[in-house]
């Protein structure tokens, strides 16, 4: 062998050393394994026009045969994609969907008729509950149908179940009044302001002071007559409460008889005339008297309602009988009323004498409650109430001139008292408690 022979030889077998070659070609080349053909992947393009094609004609529609070269699978993404493509297009809710997947169930698809049917169905309850439940509470949590059926049964416990009624009565005199369609007698007297009156004092009558009526039937129902009692209260509403109960349970309206005192201030003067109150005088009494008007009158004055709450129930003087001598005159009977209750509302406990003659009143009442509450001491006790019309006491008996006789008006007239101060003895008696 030749010198330039060897020379290729070497340089052959020496160049592979001096070479890189990679790892796994090496490897390879020690085993004697020849490296595999690569799998062609299938592109989701066309695996879409596979499936298409085959769900247009299932029995002949393949892949192509080119590309389906080995064993080789598809890949993941690729499989997803076919059966999203190869699945029916109808439409899901995804609640029924999410079932389906979850349960390995086929459902039936929800269709806009049934989401329809469902809507309208959800509708309807709402409504019904809606009319079951009433007003929706508040939003501090306030339950608001509640409250309004609280206020309105507790307006027909005070005012009574015809309050409605009351207000329609209200309001009509009210359109009546600013009209100028109302009419007054000679002393004032306006009969809508008086039941406008009647309606304002029947829930402090009735649920306050728990009024009870005895002898309504010794109240003539025509004619005139004069109807006497017992004074007390520190506050004359003993006047106010009897002209209640008179038109209340008899249907006549009460003309009472005031003192001087009443019309001289500048607003009750006002409002006495209009419930029909005139002064205590004996031609305004027998003026009424005998134009067939029921009069009242409380012979004890300003000192029945100012005496102590001591001498409560012990009735004071009834004057020189100037009240028999106008029933006299005019020929009517006399009732005596006796009143319990009226001694409890304001407990008079002391009196500034020297105040009361600077601000021109009789007395200035103290009461456990007043002055040292202020306003809420001017709200009255709760007592109970009874008043009875007794007997009438006929005054026909004597001729009219027999009013000129002093003893017998002083006899007439202490008849009247002693009459009056023994029932209220018996009233005080079944009573009982005063509050309770």
Not at 239 to 258: D, F, Q, S, W
Request: hydrophobic share 40%; net charge positive; charged share 25%.
């Amino acid at each position: 062998m030749s010198e330039d022979t060897r020379k290729n030889i070497g340089a052959r077998s020496a160049k592979p050393q001096s070479g890189r070659t990679s790892p796994s070609a090496a490897a390879r080349s020690l085993v004697g394994d020849t490296p595999k053909k690569k799998t062609p992947v299938t592109k989701a393009s066309e695996v879409k026009k596979a499936a298409a094609a085959k769900e247009a004609d299932p029995g002949t529609a393949k892949a192509p045969a080119a590309k389906k070269a080995g064993p080789a699978k598809k890949p993941a993404a690729a499989k997803k994609t076919a059966a999203k493509k190869a699945a029916p297009a109808k439409k899901t809710t995804p609640s029924a969907s999410a079932r389906s997947t979850a349960t390995g169930t086929r459902l039936r698809a929800v269709t806009d008729d049934d989401a329809a049917r469902v809507a309208a169905e959800a509708a309807q309850e709402a409504q019904r509950r809606t009319r079951t439940a009433g007003p929706a509470p508040a939003a501090a949590g306030i339950p608001l149908d509640e409250v309004a059926s609280a206020v309105i049964q507790a307006t027909q416990r005070v005012f009574g179940t015809d309050w409605d009624k009351r207000v329609a009565t209200l309001f009509a005199a009210l359109r009546r009044r600013l009209s100028g369609d109302y009419e007054v007698d000679e002393f004032g007297f306006d009969p809508q302001i008086t039941d406008v009156l009647v309606g304002a004092v029947e829930p402090l009558a009735e649920k306050w002071f728990r009024l009870e009526v005895r002898g309504v039937e010794n109240i003539p129902a025509t004619g005139g007559a004069l109807l006497v009692a017992n004074h007390s209260g520190t506050v004359p509403i003993d006047g106010l409460i009897t002209g209640y109960a008179v038109k209340k349970y008899a249907g006549r309206n009460l003309r009472p008889l005031g003192a001087d005192l009443v019309f001289s201030l500048p607003f009750v003067g006002q409002v006495a005339r209009k419930v029909g109150a005139t002064l205590a005088c004996t031609e305004d009494a027998e003026r009424l008297l005998s134009s067939g008007e029921l009069a009242g009158v409380w012979p004890e004055g300003f000192k029945g309602i100012g005496k102590p709450y001591a001498e409560r129930y012990k009735l004071q003087r009834f004057g020189r009988g100037g009240f028999v001598s106008s029933a006299m005159r005019a020929q009517v009977p006399i009732v005596p009323v006796s009143i319990v209750g009226a001694e409890e509302i304001y407990p008079l406990i002391g009196n500034v004498p020297s105040l009361a003659r600077l601000l021109g009143v009789p007395y200035l009442p103290i009461t456990p409650f007043f002055p040292l509450l202020g306003p809420l001491g001017l709200i009255p006790l709760p007592s109970k109430w009874i008043i009875e019309f007794g007997e009438p006491i006929r005054t026909d008996a004597y001729e009219p001139e027999s009013a000129e006789d002093p003893m017998l008006l002083f006899n007439v007239t202490d008849q009247v008292r002693e009459t009056i101060q023994q029932t209220l003895y018996s009233l005080l008696v079944d009573r009982g408690s005063a509050f309770f």
